[in-house]
């Protein structure tokens, strides 16, 4: 009975020193000390040379204390596994901890060729003015090499600020970063990123980007606040099914494109967005709202959202548009893909901007945009040398309501050169060049310029929204571009097959005459 015993006790200590050998939890502290164990908050380390020292396994822990403070970079060692990811975060009540990289060049967190990371409630800035040709940033994981891929990689809720990196160059700066070093074509053969999830996060005060991720499968960037970027805000590249959900961008753009910045040489792109896809398949962009954007002289973009090269069969629906230079931009080399029930609020310069031809079957159904000052223009793009058939430039444009109001105007321009010196032509009438027409049971209400366009079922009265114009901070701030109960655009749109299952409202839509505009009137407003 006593060796029974005794084996049963062996056996409870064995299994015990293997659950604390791969589940650990280690602290540092500003108090810490690196010849302690860190295994315990008594016993903290203190410095990230000493974390960047050890390498962790499945199921760690690494716990930095609430309100401290960390010069330099981490770069923590190992990687988790399926279940038991390696987890960065915080202890102790305050504030978040924080790691302040300084004049260095590098990442606040980096990590590379690992896979498992989950990193929660850090703070990354460094504060100093930027410097020609270092790279600052704040969380990546990247891979390098042939053939690799990462997995899992969860950053959530945390607070990334005063980051100047370049804004052009191979030097560019991201907030968060995850995948290989690729914003080019070869995105789309370098899908490296599976099981990604960054939400929550707050970006403000960097150069380049916000957020990029050049991902494969599970992709999901929702819930994130980005202000003050000196390029893009979000960018997916290369993936299949990705979500891009209810982030908020403000004053992205503010610095790419500018003639006057010292980037170091001519190998810089200066074409920037807010939030973006670059070779995606099947990815929905939903419930984004986008305000204010830059434009500098050498940006041709601005715009609030991008069907980018090589997008096949993406999704942009219910995301909100104000005060930028575009609402979106359809590149060439793109198809089927679907831009509906959104809503776009005095946009300017270029509302939408496309580069591909009628035949991409890109679609533009059910959206609102309106406009109360300057002029805006659906731009078909030429070229550099105008070298493009204008007969077959286009996209489908139906059911959608185009308001111009005060001293608001559209016009319909082909347009080519480079960014700084572009070229407008606005004497060529849309109706002499396309047969058959691209506009389908539109309303058009208020000045167009150069013509309305050709469309057998357009609709030239009031739409009579409930508040044109109203819009202000926030998706629920729309409730004005529902349709009054006697507007004459009820039932007047054309039946699509990929509809949708709700308008911008929530409302079920309508399967066989839907409305025009971003709302179905299933529930009539007085």
């Not at 396994?57 to 970079?73: H, L, Q, V």
């Not at 990029?212 to 979000?234: F, H, L, S, W």
């Not at 659906?378 to 005060?406: H, P, Q, R, T, W």
């Amino acid at each position: 009975m006593k060796n029974e015993v005794l084996l049963l006790l062996l056996s409870f200590l064995i299994v015990g020193c293997q659950n604390h050998d791969t589940e650990r939890t280690f602290y540092i502290s500003p108090m810490g000390n690196d010849a302690n164990t860190g295994l315990q908050a008594a016993t903290a380390w203190k410095t990230l040379e000493r974390v960047n020292q050890t390498t962790f396994e499945p199921g760690d822990a690494i716990r930095f204390e609430s309100g401290g403070i960390w010069k330099g970079n981490l770069k923590p060692n190992g990687s988790g596994s399926p279940g038991k990811p390696i987890t960065i975060g915080t202890y102790g009540d305050g504030p978040r901890p924080v790691i302040n990289i300084g004049k260095e060049e590098g990442a606040g967190i980096s990590l590379n060729n690992q896979s498992w990371w989950e990193i929660e409630g850090m703070e990354i800035t460094s504060g100093e003015p930027h410097q020609l040709g270092l790279r600052r940033e704040g969380i990546v994981a990247t891979a390098e090499g042939e053939a690799i891929l990462i997995e899992h990689i969860v950053i959530r809720d945390c607070y990334l600020h005063d980051i100047w990196g370049d804004v052009g160059g191979d030097k560019s700066g991201v907030a968060i970063y995850v995948g290989q070093r690729l914003l080019g074509v070869e995105a789309e053969q370098n899908c490296v990123a599976n099981d990604v999830l960054i939400e929550n996060n707050t970006i403000r005060r960097v150069d380049k980007i916000g957020i990029a991720v050049n991902g494969d499968e599970q992709v999901i960037i929702r819930k994130n606040i980005i202000e003050n970027t000196g390029g893009d805000g979000i960018i997916v590249l290369g993936a299949h099914e990705a979500l891009v959900e209810y982030n908020y961008a403000d004053r992205t753009c503010l610095r790419s494109g500018d003639p006057d910045l010292n980037t170091g040489g001519e190998d810089w792109w200066p074409h920037t967005a807010a939030i973006w896809l670059y070779a995606n398949t099947r990815t929905i962009m939903q419930y984004n709202e986008v305000y204010n954007t830059g434009r500098q002289p050498a940006n041709g973009d601005g715009f609030a959202y991008d069907f980018d090269f090589d997008c096949q069969r993406c999704i942009l629906q219910y995301n909100y548009s104000a005060n930028n230079h575009g609402f979106l931009l359809i590149m060439n080399r793109t198809n089927d893909n679907i831009a509906r029930y959104n809503i776009s609020q005095n946009d300017q310069t270029h509302l939408i901007q496309i580069h591909g031809y009628t035949e991409d079957r890109n679609l533009i159904h059910n959206n609102v945009f309106y406009v109360d000052h300057s002029t805006i223009d659906l731009d078909y793009y030429c070229g550099m040398e105008n070298e493009k058939d204008k007969n077959k430039l286009g996209v489908n444009f139906k059911n959608n309501i185009f308001y111009a109001s005060g001293q608001g105007r559209f016009r319909t321009v082909y347009s080519h050169g480079s960014a700084i010196d572009r070229q407008f032509n606005d004497s060529i009438h849309t109706s002499a060049l396309t047969d058959p027409p691209n506009f389908w049971n539109n309303c058009f209400f208020g000045p167009w310029l150069n013509g309305i366009p050709n469309d057998p079922q357009q609709v030239l009265e009031d739409p009579m929204l409930i508040e044109a114009g109203s819009g202000g901070w926030g998706l629920s701030s729309l409730q004005g571009y529902q349709l009054k109960q006697a507007s004459p655009c009820i039932d007047k749109g054309i039946a699509i097959d990929s509809m949708g299952k709700y308008d911008y409202f929530g409302h079920p839509i309508g399967a066989t005459t839907p409305d025009i505009g971003a709302f179905e009137s299933t529930s009539k407003i007085n």
